[in-house]
């Protein structure tokens, strides 16, 4: 196994300086996924606290079933993650 193979295995980024400053950020293709929609879902949170200020209503409904596809997600990606290689389902 290789340095970069215990980074990735924990899905922790690995930075990449270039003449001392930050240049580069390497991470598995997991972690930026779960980036990706954690950033998806605070966008939508920040859509939802301006449209409050406004006055809009926001549905609760419509921002619990997206609360609830987020957590589901994160539990079938965990345990995707902790299934053994080379095995298929439960």
Do not use: C, W
């Not at 300086?17 to 950033?39: C, L, N, R």
């Amino acid at each position: 196994m290789t340095a970069i193979d215990g980074y990735i295995k924990h899905n922790t980024p690995v930075y990449i300086t270039k003449g001392g400053a930050s240049y580069m950020v390497v991470m598995s293709h997991q972690h930026f996924e779960k980036m990706q929609e954690e950033i998806a879902f605070l966008k939508r949170l920040a859509t939802a606290e301006a449209e409050s200020r406004r006055g809009d209503m926001v549905d609760v409904e419509d921002l619990e079933k997206d609360l609830d596809n987020i957590l589901l997600e994160e539990t079938t990606d965990d345990a995707r993650t902790e299934q053994a290689p080379g095995t298929i389902g439960n």
